[in-house]
């Protein structure tokens, strides 16, 4: 910080020349050595991690199990396609609540006798 004998200092010039340090400050630090190694660092680290991703997926999808997922996802596609995944889903949400309401009926029922 710069002294001023001015009875009323410019805070606004002292926050502007902060401003310009810090700008300064990190700068520097963004083009030295360090920080470039970091970048390549971090660059290397996800193409790699990238690359093996890739080839785990390559082999994931010639795998039995791949092959297997994926004939059972387009299945599914199919049922919902159809609709029949939303009936059944209906169906089974329709018996659910039926039990619940019964539950609730009787519980009515048992209160209004006691």
Not at 10 to 20: C, P
Not at 40 to 51: A, H, N, V, W
Not at 63 to 77: M, N, V, Y
Request: aromatic share 4%; charged share 35%.
């Amino acid at each position: 910080m710069t002294e001023n004998t001015n009875p009323r200092p410019d805070i606004a010039d002292e926050f502007r020349e902060l401003g310009e340090n810090l700008k300064n400050m990190l700068q520097g630090a963004w083009q030295s050595e360090e920080a470039q190694r970091l970048r390549d660092d971090i660059k290397t680290g996800l193409e790699e991690l990238s690359k093996s991703a890739s080839e785990a997926m390559t082999d994931f999808n010639a795998s039995e199990t791949g092959q297997r997922l994926k004939e059972e996802a387009h299945e599914f596609k199919t049922r919902v396609e159809s609709g029949e995944v939303e009936t059944k889903a209906r169906t089974e949400i329709s018996k659910v609540l039926r039990a619940l309401n019964d539950e609730l009926q009787k519980a009515i029922n048992s209160m209004e006798k006691s």
